[in-house]
């Protein structure tokens, strides 16, 4: 049992390129979660998943993109990297309880910095 | 504007030494989990707290849910230099219930 994995693990873009961070569990949780943390702001919700085929947009999701084909999988695009894009991004997953998230489990995280 | 605050942002204690951290916000929360956070890890989950009023006990850790779900504290007896790291609160907050929302963060230090 993995709980949530996410690749890479690091990485660096140049302002304008493209990429997709992975996220996958195997807990068969339906809700799933992108989260950006940077020093003294907590963790700023991106993007999130109720079940597959549904995406909604969180606190900050201009940049970024989602889909959610499969229970399992939950991948983040950004679209054209900027350097406040400079981060440290969580996926995390959760069952519902009565259609409540509830108890997520987080990824080891993927580190990326824009320059 | 946060929707969860926390105090303090930093706090360094002496081996054995109690504290108490606390989460605060305007408004209702469906449920309140803590977290912890090392360095270069993902956060782990401590505690969910479900009902106003609520106590639950983790050996010395003791987490309590205010009475109008508006707010939770965290009280660590007896600190020893593991418990070290970020403590997180987050929850669904009832006008968003399918959004879970971070508090900033108390970082502690626990020294030997």
């Known amino acids: 049992n993995a709980g949530v994995t996410q690749t890479p693990k690091f990485q660096v873009l140049k302002t304008g390129q493209s990429m997709t961070l992975q996220c996958a569990q195997d807990?068969?949780?339906?809700?799933m979660s992108w989260y950006r943390q940077d020093p003294g702001m907590g963790l700023r919700l991106i993007h999130y998943?109720?079940?597959?085929?549904?995406?909604d947009q969180g606190e900050v999701p201009n940049g970024y993109n989602v889909s959610r084909s499969t229970t399992e999988d939950f991948p983040l695009r950004l679209l054209s990297a900027a350097p406040s894009q400079t981060s440290v991004y969580f996926c995390?997953?959760?069952?519902?309880?009565?259609?409540?998230?509830?108890?997520?489990?987080f990824g080891p995280g993927t580190r990326l910095t824009v320059t | 504007t946060q929707l969860l605050e926390q105090s303090p942002q930093f706090l360094s204690i002496q081996e054995g030494e109690n504290l108490t951290v606390y989460c605060n916000s305007s408004?209702?929360?469906?449920?309140l989990q803590w977290y912890r956070q090392e360095p270069g890890e993902g956060p782990v989950l401590l505690v969910t707290?479900?009902?106003?009023?609520e106590v639950k006990k983790l050996k010395r850790l003791t987490f309590q849910f205010g009475d109008a779900r508006k707010d939770s504290s965290l009280h660590i007896t007896a600190a020893q230099p593991g418990d070290t790291g970020l403590y997180l609160c987050?929850?669904?907050?009832?006008?968003?219930?399918?959004?879970?929302?971070f508090g900033p963060g108390t970082s502690l230090s626990v020294i030997p």
């Open positions: 995390a997953s959760s069952y519902n309880r009565q259609g409540v998230p509830y108890e997520q489990y």
């Open positions: 807990m068969n949780h339906e809700y």
């Open positions: 998943s109720v079940g597959a085929g549904i995406t």
């Open positions: 408004s209702v929360f469906s449920s």
């Open positions: 707290v479900v009902t106003g009023g």
């Open positions: 987050a929850g669904p907050p009832s006008s968003s219930y399918d959004k879970v929302i």
